[in-house]
């Protein structure tokens, strides 16, 4: 069978000033041939990678709460498939495009691989500013795409989630418009759903609980004692406020949090549990740093200083390209891992690994909201619902599982922790890809 080694991508030099911001679909076909250059993967594997399976591009008419009609742009772009439906949220926001999704879809067809989930990796959305529609116009636009998109999702083809500017509610409506078609109630259409209409407890937290767990394990690795480690957290939304409550819980001292406004430093440690997250409350950590004395160490500091803070973790958790070429040389944290999608550029990841600073990457890291939507999807299809306990111990169960694939590939291949995911995700994709057999 026809395999090759690929070459490396473009030089790092090269690609510190070109790609500081790339695209998702740049970050993603990049990630594969950095991969595919240390495998020995058949050709034709790799080349059916680096395309979508299908992009579906809709128009989606609504009707104005003032009577007008205004027509707007929706797409479901499916990666792969070959491990099971595809699997991937809907974004609500202005800047979606088909390349925006085709990139999004390629990464969680990656992080269900490293999971080891039964899913293949999908991302869709529409072009429009959810802030500028009403309850209702996005009720109607929701049930609309539905409709737009019926004949290529389903609970068994393409299982939807809420992403930027969707939420339970969003699915709920989604999943009525789906049910009503079909004639009856099929709740696995999408996950992420309220738990009374089959929901999952616990999946509103998993993210932030996957890079707790993921934290956890890589210090107790390389010899941090959570009693004994600091943390610096930027963000403090769905991901970061539940990762940093959960570290504390569990002994870290968690020492900087911020929001967009900017950030709180305190040496002997801030009570977490103290701050509304942003979902309780939006930008609380704000309200939290004015009421603070600036005095014994605890101060007021910006969102660019916590990410330089000298600290054993750094947990970048709010949004991407934070961590860039420009300030990859002032990360003083030993271990950074990845709460945010995309938080570090490909220029800075080549910079901290140079540096020996451990990046876990966002695709185990935050895989947490992925994995549980496989246990709503579960729930869903069985017709039986779990407990938050049984949630979480299976969460923990398959975070420790999907985290020791990968330090094996460190230990074994002397690679970094982003080039171990995608060597078990690349793997695991082509072993199935290689099984099935490219037909005809
Ligand atoms: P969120 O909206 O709940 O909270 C975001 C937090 O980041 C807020 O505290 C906000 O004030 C702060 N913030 C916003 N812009 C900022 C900036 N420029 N600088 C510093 N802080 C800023 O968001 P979330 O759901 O916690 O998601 C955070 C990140 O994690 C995103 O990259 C998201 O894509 C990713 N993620 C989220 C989930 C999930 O299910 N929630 C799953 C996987 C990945």
Redesign the pocket.
Known sequence: MASHQRSPPASDEATATSTDHESALETARRQLDRAAAGLDIDDAVLERLEHPAAVHEVTVPLERDDGSVEVFTGYRAQHDSVRGPYKGGLRYHPDVTRDECVGLSMWMTWKCAVMDLPFGGAKGGIVVDPKELSADEKERLTRRFAQEIRDVIGPNADIPAPDMGTDPQTMAWFMDAYSMQEGETIPGVVTGKPPGIGGSYGREEA?GRSVAIVTRETCEYYGYPLSETTVAV???????ANAARLLEEWGATVVAV???NGAVYDPDGIDVGAIPS??EEP?AVTRFAAGIDEDDGVRRIS?EELLELDVDVLIP????NVITADNADAIAADIVVE???GPTTFAADAILEERGIRVIPDILA?AG?VTVSYFEWLQDINRRAWSLERVNEELESEMVTAWTALRDEVERRDISWRDAAYVVALERIADAQEMRGLWP
Do not use: K, M, W
């Not at 958790?317 to 991407?320: C, S």
């Open positions: 993210p930027q963000g403090f939304g769905s991901v970061g911020s929001d967009v942003h979902d930008e969102n958790a709010a949004v991407g709460g945010a999608n935050n909201g």
